[in-house]
């Protein structure tokens, strides 16, 4: 799918529990990374050259942040790719059926995650509001979703809107 940005990245939108209980599964970065600093997001990033393709780059990344085995990942669809408008990256999200998180034994990669992070569907829904949300001095109108006192927004909150609105 095409979309704006200048650099391929992907991420896994890891779905558990479907259909009778879904929710996901993020990544919670460490405060303090030099980008995206605290930042709630799906595990993923920038395309390999050693990838086989983008779907590659989603599992590879989730193994890597999270240790999250690809053989256990079901892809079951992919969503638009979303943009950022700071870094000009070019998201693209794939959805995964996994088991429930707490069978996955999934381990936080100390040199990026902070913690794993698991929500369900309703929470998120409920969790949902239109923000404004001061980022490097400018002020943003922007859809945000807080859980248990966790913000997503950003590029995480467009990839997060566009799967609730699918499911």
């Known amino acids: 799918m095409e979309g704006r940005g200048g650099t391929d990245a992907a991420v896994l939108v890891p779905l558990h529990g479907w259909p009778d209980a879904p929710g996901l599964i993020f990544t919670e970065r460490r405060a ?19 990838d086989a393709d983008l779907t590659a780059t989603a599992l590879r990344e989730a193994e890597e942040e999270i240790g ?4 256990t990942v ?18 693209h999200p794939f959805v995964g059926l996994v088991a429930e998180p707490a069978e996955l034994n999934l381990v936080p990669n100390p040199a990026e995650v902070e913690t794993v992070l698991a929500f ?18 400018v002020a943003i109108h922007t859809p945000a979703y807080e ?8 590029a995480t909150a467009r990839i997060l809107g566009d799967l609730l609105a699918r499911v």
Request: proline share 6%; hydrophobic share 40%; aromatic share 8%.
């Open 32 to 50: 303090d990374m030099r980008r995206h600093a605290g930042e709630i997001s799906f595990p993923g990033g920038r395309r390999d050259d050693a």
């Open 68 to 71: 999250l085995d690809p053989a």
């Open 74 to 91: 079901e892809i079951c669809g992919a969503l638009p790719p979303a943009a950022t408008f700071v870094t000009g990256y070019r998201i």
């Open 120 to 137: 369900t569907l309703a929470a998120l829904r409920d969790g949902y509001e239109m923000r404004r949300l001061v980022r490097r001095g």
């Open 147 to 154: 859980v248990d006192g966790h913000l997503i927004w950003g």
